[in-house]
C-alpha cells in the first residue's frame, strides 16, 4: 500500500504597500482571476483605529499587533487560500502575518508623489492624504518579496501575478 502525501494547503498573497499603492483594487482582481476570497485588511481595524486615522494621526506598533494577528487568525482560516490587501510596513507586521499557512507577498512600489496624488482624489476612505509621509517614514521595503511597479495598469499586473505563481 502507498501512502499519499497530504495535499500541500493552498497559499495566501499579501499584497502590501502605502495607502493609495492600488492594494484593494488588484487584489479584488487578482482574487477574482485565482477564485480564491478577498480580504481587505480595512474591514479589520477596531474603530479606535479608524479613527485615530480618520483624525490624521499614524497608527502605532500597539495599534497595529491585534489588528495583524486578527488578519493572521483570518488567513489560517482559508483553507483554499486568500488575497490579502494589507500595508505589511514593517518586517516585523509581515513575521505576524507570515505565522500560519503559506504566504506570499507582493509589494506594489509606488513613488510618494504618485501616492500623495491619489490620496488627495480619493473618496469615501479614511485614510487623509496628510498620513502618507507617515506611511513612507514607516515602510521597510521588503527584499522577500515579489516587487512591482504599483503605477501599472491593474490588468498588466494582475496577469503579471497570475503568471508569477503558476
Known amino acids: 500500500m502507498q501512502i499519499e ?4 494547503p493552498a497559499s495566501s498573497t ?20 485565482l477564485g480564491q476570497r478577498f480580504v481587505d ?7 479606535a483605529n479608524v479613527a485615530k486615522m480618520e483624525a490624521g494621526q499614524p497608527l502605532t506598533d500597539a495599534d497595529r499587533w491585534p489588528w495583524l494577528h486578527r488578519l493572521r487568525d483570518v488567513l489560517q482560516a482559508e ?8 500595508s505589511a510596513l514593517k518586517g516585523a507586521y509581515r ?24 490620496l488627495r482624489t480619493r473618496s469615501g476612505h479614511f485614510m487623509p492624504a496628510s498620513l502618507a509621509a507617515s506611511q513612507f517614514a514607516t515602510l521597510e521595503p521588503p527584499a522577500d518579496a515579489l516587487t512591482l511597479d504599483g503605477t501599472q495598469p491593474v ?12
Open 5 to 8: 502525501p497530504a495535499p500541500k
Open 155 to 166: 490588468d498588466v499586473l494582475v496577469d503579471q501575478l497570475v503568471r508569477a505563481f503558476s
Open 95 to 118: 513575521e505576524v502575518l507570515r505565522d500560519g499557512p503559506e504566504v506570499r507577498f507582493v509589494f506594489l512600489a509606488v513613488p510618494q508623489a504618485e501616492i500623495e496624488r491619489r
Open 79 to 86: 483553507p483554499a487560500g486568500a488575497v490579502l490587501a494589507c
Open 14 to 33: 499579501i499584497l502590501m504597500g502605502v495607502a493609495g499603492s492600488g492594494k484593494t483594487t488588484i487584489g479584488r482582481a487578482l482574487a477574482a482571476r
Open 41 to 47: 485588511a480595512d474591514d479589520y481595524h477596531p474603530p
